[in-house]
Each structure stands twice: as structure tokens, then as C-alpha cells.
């Protein structure tokens, strides 16, 4: 299996394509990608406190939000109850119905079986900080019990809030996709994760 100049103990899941955001729950080889990549962070965090997972790449495109949605869901199966949150401001999230109403704080709340999904929105006048501390406060409250918390942050390099989150949470999946043209410091990125105490897991390799 290739790897990456991202010096990480293990590849934990190689994905064969990544079709688009809009992706639905049917069996295949697709989704039993995600059931595998769910055994092996379920295998991880029972050794650590906590139960969080912040899932990040380096640039828009990598397929992160899909990984951190489709994992959310394939964890849900494995080990239930499972909080997703999408801690990217202004990003697009992946096949999860919109459906619910909106609250006061402009986060929208939905529940499904044993899948729950928070979807931060920014609110006018909350700051940066203001914005990593109240996703930084939820992940606390609830990791600390049965519930898994997934976080889909921004890409990494326009935005410091997964550096913020990674070691706040159990362990760190880095999505990247390679052979797409683009120089990306998958090196130093690793290096400043080790700077700030993070766990990482892995790498998802998107090949799509």
C-alpha cells in the first residue's frame, strides 16, 4: 500500500474513489470502506480517553467532509450513540438531511436512529475563538461518556481551526489525496500536530 510523506504509524483505509457529497447508505464496496475505516478507529479509541475523533486535510477537495460524515455513520452502526459535528463555518456538509430546524444559535440538530448531527453555523459578531471554544466545550462535554463525537473541520492551511481542536480530541484522521498536481506540506503539517500533543491516527488515502 503507498504511502505518504506523512510520517504516521499506520495507512488505516485506502479509498478506492470519492463519487461526490451527495453519496447515499447502499451496500457496496464503497460504503464497506467506511464499516472498516469505523473498526479500526473503534479499535484505537478504546485505548484512549475519550471518545473523539477530529477528521482533517490540508486542502478543499480531499474528500474530508464525506470521511467524516460516512465514518459518523458507519460508527453509529458499530458503536452507538454518535455526535457528528461540522466545525467548518462556512463549508458544505455531506449527505445529511436538512430537514431539521434551525435553532437560535443557527445550528441545526438531527437525529437518526443512533446518529445525531450538530452543524455549527456561524452566529454575527462570534469571533474565531469564540467559535473553536464553543465547538472545543461540546466535544468535552459529551466525549467523555458513551457518545462519539466525529469533528469535520476546515482544510488546514486556510484556517487554523483543526490545529485548535487536534489535541483537544482522542486522535486526529488526515485525509489527503494524492497525485492530484498539488505541493502540499504533508510533512510540516505532521510536524505542528506533534508540536501541539496530538494523537494521530492515521491517514485515509482518497485515490478518487
Keep these: 500500500m503507498r504511502t505518504l510523506p506523512l510520517p504516521v ?16 447508505l447502499d451496500e457496496g464496496p464503497f460504503l464497506e470502506s467506511f ?52 466545525a467548518d ?35 454575527a459578531g462570534l469571533s474565531p475563538r469564540e467559535f473553536l471554544g464553543d465547538v472545543i466545550e461540546t466535544v468535552e462535554e459529551l466525549s467523555s461518556g458513551v457518545m462519539t463525537t466525529v469533528i469535520d473541520t476546515p482544510p488546514c492551511l486556510n484556517s487554523t481551526i483543526a490545529f485548535g481542536l487536534a489535541a483537544k480530541v482522542s486522535g486526529v484522521l488526515y485525509v489527503a489525496r494524492p497525485g492530484s498536481g498539488r505541493r502540499v506540506p504533508h510533512a510540516d503539517i505532521r510536524t505542528q500536530l506533534d508540536l501541539l500533543g496530538a494523537t494521530v491516527f492515521g491517514v485515509v488515502v482518497n485515490e478518487g
Excluded: C
Aim: charged share 20%.
Design 9 to 24: 504509524e499506520t495507512v488505516i483505509e485506502r479509498l478506492s474513489r470519492i463519487h461526490g457529497l451527495d453519496v447515499g
Design 35 to 86: 464499516r472498516l475505516l469505523a473498526l479500526n478507529v473503534n479499535h484505537m479509541l478504546e485505548q484512549r480517553p475519550g471518545r473523539s475523533i477530529l477528521v482533517m486535510s490540508a486542502l478543499p477537495g480531499d474528500g474530508r467532509t464525506l470521511t467524516a460524515t460516512l465514518l459518523a455513520r458507519a460508527m453509529a452502526d458499530l458503536a452507538p450513540p454518535v455526535l457528528l459535528i461540522h
Design 89 to 123: 463555518p462556512y463549508g458544505a456538509r455531506a449527505g445529511v438531511p436538512s430537514r431539521a430546524p434551525a435553532e437560535a444559535n443557527g445550528s441545526t440538530n438531527h437525529e437518526n436512529g443512533h446518529f445525531f448531527l450538530h452543524d455549527y453555523k456561524p452566529r
